[in-house]
């Protein structure tokens, strides 16, 4: 009897926790901020960002979160003109005025995939300007390092800003960036520079929000295709040089075998530069002890 | 006295293992016809001194499990220059990338070691300044063939009859003045601010060839046996290899791994860096191309196609019509047997008359085997090639 009972409230307790995880929320506040991005080689030029605080900052948030979690996103306009906000495969898009706000909720039930936020008016033309970033749905405690992959061709940004029509057919970028941030600037970030240690699980989540294809290499090591938002057949794949193409994401498994200091970049040999100037780009190294 | 023998025999052992250097030479001071009927000045890779480095560099084949060593020297004035060993996943000081390794100046000597790793299909190419050296012709094949046979993919993977390599690449003529190669470079600084020009490419190459230079490269095959494509991309530009429906292709394995899901396409894009592996199956005779087209990376756009013959032809007609694929001689032979073979390799036995088997073993080329130890009497060399099984039957006096 006393048996049966316990049995009962296990399994009740089980059901709570189990909804209880279910609800589980995560909030984030998004501000649609602009301003100026200064480049490697100190030019500058318009930029757009989806900061955490109403202060522009040229990077924008990475959101986190666990698979079946909730997240709600309250995406305030803050600047002068009219934008949009979409989760990419998840929801669909919504216009926000100057000044006001928006809160978009969507649930994420599958662990290892990623998905890109971004401004979808105009497109590309506000995406190009800046404003996507990602969102993980973890399913494991696993060392991870962020890569949100952009260019720009800085003549063409003042256009976007102004809401001016460019000639997609004639892009030509000069700046590669990783985090807003090109050669030697990308190991100074400590959320995309890979650091570990021999034998260790790493895993870069990777997202192109720019418009051109990208072809990562790694040096020193293979890496296995966790997800691939845009050819699930590609996961399991072990390589050393992955396309990533504009608005698609991965997810890469690194176990290093070996210590050492070895570069990552965009085997896209023009997309090692800055302004014109080799090795400013799309370039860093992983750290491996 | 026991000690002096051990240390004979490991001195014996390490010689008898080490494999001969890969030898390497790299030059500024290239020339390569266009299709247009220019020349352009190259960097480039190779092999004798004296040999105009070609665009690509040599193509270099080492065997998996191999301890090998690449002896590079550099025999150009200016920048120095690497060899980075492109996805085989060598150590630090191996990988060939300025102050991350050593850089080898002019007419010093770079040794690069590692072991041979998976087979597969890699690249090798400078690393310094490398959108510019690249760009300029430092580039080159590099295969690892499997233990188990030259013929294999890899241990447990594909036999095939015939292999074709393709190697894609563009040249913009505008980065081929002394201006941009010839650009400076301070050794003591870690990061070397470079000016590169504009990349518009008018040049877009298959193994260093385009439009009429590829009437002589021909994929071939035969309609019963498997033809492996070795397919890479070391411009920066895309791929998007189109290939007739009659060879019944399917990737099988990719940056020298094989694919954990094998994919069957007619289409298949190649990005910077990436190799691919294509194992075609034809189960018909017929002629066609494949078609390689050239994609802007920033645009998507296709600038330009070029094709690469694709003849597939009956094998049992091959077996009626041709004459005999390997040959042997002297005959009778006294002291030594050569074999020649017609085909790319030949899978060989020598059986006495008893049917004892003396010999087993493959041949590529023209080889000579020592059969003074051979007792005197008569012999069969059965020879397998992709076109059938022959016998030969030879004499020692």
Same mark, same amino acid.
């Given at each position: 009897m006393f048996k049966a009972i316990l049995c009962r409230l296990i399994i009740l307790w089980s059901a709570f926790v189990g909804c209880d995880a279910r609800a589980q929320e995560v909030f984030q506040r998004l501000y649609i901020n602009s301003g100026e991005y200064t480049a490697v080689d100190s030019a500058q030029f318009p930029f757009s960002a989806f900061n955490a605080t109403p202060q522009f900052f040229p990077e924008n948030v990475r959101i986190s979160i666990n698979a079946g979690e909730t997240l709600k996103v309250r995406v305030v306009n803050n600047d002068s003109v009219n934008h949009a906000f979409q989760i990419k495969d998840k929801t669909t898009q919504v216009g926000i005025a100057p000044g006001d706000s928006i809160l978009v909720t969507a649930v994420f039930d599958t662990g290892d995939e990623v998905f890109i936020y971004h401004d979808p008016m105009d497109y590309p033309r506000l995406t190009a300007l800046g404003l996507a970033g990602?969102?993980?749905?973890?399913?494991?405690?696993?060392?991870?390092?962020?890569?949100?992959?952009?260019?720009?061709?800085?003549?063409?940004?003042?256009?976007?800003?102004?809401?001016?029509?460019?000639?997609?057919?004639?892009?030509?970028?000069?700046?590669?960036?990783?985090?807003?941030?090109?050669?030697?600037?990308?190991?100074?970030?400590?959320?995309?520079?890979?650091?570990?240690?021999v034998g260790e699980t790493l895993r870069v989540v990777i997202a192109n929000t720019g418009q051109s294809i990208h072809s990562l290499h790694f040096h020193g090591y293979h890496a296995e295709i966790i997800y691939s938002s845009e050819n699930s057949q590609h996961e399991g794949r072990s390589k050393d040089t992955f396309p990533i193409k504009p608005m698609e994401s991965l997810i890469l498994e690194i176990v290093p075998d070996k210590p050492g200091e070895y570069p990552v970049h965009d085997h896209n040999l023009v997309a090692v530069s800055a302004g014109g100037i080799y090795p400013n780009g799309m370039f860093l190294t992983m750290l491996i002890q | 006295m026991r000690a002096l023998l051990c240390i004979l025999l490991i001195c014996f052992g390490t010689t008898c293992l080490a494999q001969d250097p890969i030898q390497l030479i790299g030059?500024?001071?290239?020339?390569? +016809? +266009?299709?247009?009927?220019?020349?352009?000045?190259?960097?480039?890779?190779?092999?004798?001194?004296?040999?105009?480095?070609?665009?690509?560099?040599?193509? +270099?084949?080492?065997?998996?499990?191999?301890?090998?060593?690449?002896?590079?020297?550099?025999?150009?004035?200016?920048?120095?220059h690497t060899i980075h060993l492109h996805g085989l996943d060598v150590d630090q000081q191996n990988d060939g990338v300025p102050h991350l390794s050593f850089e080898v100046h002019h007419m010093e000597h770079g040794f690069y070691r590692f072991k041979a790793p998976h087979p597969g299909t890699y690249v090798y190419h400078c690393h310094v300044v490398s959108s510019i050296h690249v760009q300029a012709g430092m580039f080159g094949l590099l295969i690892v063939r499997p233990a188990v046979g030259d013929n294999y993919t890899w241990e447990g993977g594909y036999n095939y009859w015939y292999e074709s390599s393709l190697l894609m690449s563009e040249i913009d003529t505008n980065w081929h003045h002394d201006s941009v190669l010839l650009h400076d470079y301070d050794t003591n600084m870690s990061h070397h601010h470079v000016r590169i020009p504009k990349y518009k490419p008018q040049h877009f190459l298959i193994n260093g060839l385009a439009e009429q230079q590829l009437d002589d490269l021909t994929i071939r095959g035969v309609n019963d046996g498997n033809l492996y494509l070795r397919l890479s991309n070391i411009g920066y530009f895309g791929n998007r290899i189109i290939f007739p429906s009659g060879l019944n292709a399917r990737v099988i394995d990719s940056d020298g791994r094989p694919l954990p899901v094998e994919e069957v396409t007619d289409t298949l894009e190649i990005l910077p860096g990436e190799r691919y592996g294509v194992l075609a199956a034809p189960d018909s005779a017929f002629m066609d191309e494949v078609i390689v087209q050239y994609f802007n990376l920033?645009?998507?756009?296709? +600038?330009?196609?070029?094709?690469?013959?694709?003849?597939?032809?009956?094998?049992?007609?091959?077996?009626?019509?041709?004459?005999?694929?390997?040959?042997?001689?002297?005959?009778?032979a006294t002291s030594s047997l050569t074999v020649e073979v017609g085909l790319q390799e030949a899978e060989i036995q020598i059986v006495d008359s008893q049917g004892r088997l003396i010999l087993e073993t493959s041949v590529t080329g023209s080889e000579s085997f020592d059969i003074r130890n051979l007792p005197s009497g008569a012999y069969i060399l059965s020879s397998r090639t992709a076109l059938g099984i022959e016998n030969h039957p030879f004499i020692k006096p």
């Open positions: 990602l969102i993980h749905v973890k399913s494991n405690s696993n060392s991870t390092f962020y890569w949100n992959v952009k260019e720009f061709q800085k003549e063409w940004a003042t256009q976007h800003a102004l809401g001016n029509p460019v000639n997609w057919s004639d892009y030509y970028p000069d700046y590669f960036t990783i985090n807003g941030r090109s050669n030697p600037n990308i190991n100074n970030d400590a959320v995309a520079r890979i650091v570990g240690g | 030059r500024n001071t290239g020339e390569k +016809l +266009l299709s247009d009927g220019n020349e352009i000045r190259t960097f480039g890779f190779a092999q004798e001194i004296g040999e105009n480095p070609g665009v690509p560099g040599p193509s +270099l084949e080492v065997i998996e499990g191999d301890s090998v060593v690449i002896d590079f020297w550099n025999i150009s004035q200016g920048a120095p920033n645009t998507g756009i296709v +600038l330009n196609e070029q094709y690469v013959n694709v003849n597939i032809e009956d094998a049992a007609g091959i077996k009626e019509s041709s004459k005999e694929v390997v040959r042997i001689y002297p005959n009778p």
